[in-house]
């Protein structure tokens, strides 16, 4: 197997050689593989000292149960670590993790205010609260982003027919919700949907109004 060019430095990819075709237990790549590396506590001391660890730690316990079947010969991988995929740009990466995944998604990377939001967001653990707020609001720059971005284009965004709120009439908008498990929620949706575009649009119409009372002004004199 040809090994890939890793665009990172020394840095980045850290003291150890991660396409070793052996891995050694102490590579950081050994605890992706199939061939985990030994707990630093037995099970029953994590359980102690760790409310709730261990809770699928019984096959049975597990929602896949019966049916899980551990055989990574099945798999058809010719590797015992994958090879890596070449980072041509920058991704985020987890604090927990010792580095990328071998693949990883490359459509949208982060780009503008929301790429800083999400990039600034690794730098905390995924078990604090401050890790998800921070990823929940770059979700929401992106898009503000995006439909920023479509009135630059020939198809700028329709807040109105897109949402599919045309749609809803002819289509039993009240029979269809009933008994479903997110009723309350259906009443946030018109709100998420359009407070910002109402927001906006009367940010919009202050800024206009202020820049035409100021040339009234400055004419009037």
């Known amino acids: 197997m040809s090994e890939p060019q890793d665009p990172r430095g020394p840095a980045d990819r850290g003291p150890v050689d991660l396409h070793l075709a052996d891995l050694d237990p102490d590579d950081p790549a050994y605890t992706y593989t199939a061939d985990k590396p030994p707990l630093p506590e037995t099970p029953e001391q994590l359980r102690a000292r760790i409310p709730g660890w261990g809770v699928d730690l019984d096959p049975a316990d597990r929602p896949s149960f019966p049916r899980e079947r551990f055989d990574p010969g099945l798999n058809g991988a010719h590797w015992r670590f994958p090879e890596r995929q070449v980072q041509h740009h920058p991704r985020e990466r987890s604090i927990e993790h010792a580095f990328v995944t071998p693949v990883f998604g490359t459509s949208t990377p982060p780009s503008g205010l929301s790429g800083a939001v999400r990039r600034h967001a690794y730098r905390y653990s995924e078990g604090r609260n401050a890790h998800w707020l921070l ?87």
């Open 135 to 221: 990823l929940v609001a770059a979700d929401r720059v992106g898009a503000l982003e995006a439909a920023l971005a479509s009135f630059a284009s020939r198809h700028p965004d329709d807040p109105v027919s897109e949402t599919g709120v045309l749609s809803e009439p002819g289509h039993h908008p009240l029979r269809s919700r009933r008994g479903r498990s997110d009723v309350r929620h259906q009443v946030l949706d018109p709100v998420l949907v359009a407070a910002p575009w109402v927001a906006g649009g009367v940010l919009g119409y202050r800024v206009v109004r202020s820049a035409v009372r100021g040339v009234a002004r400055s004419r009037a004199r």
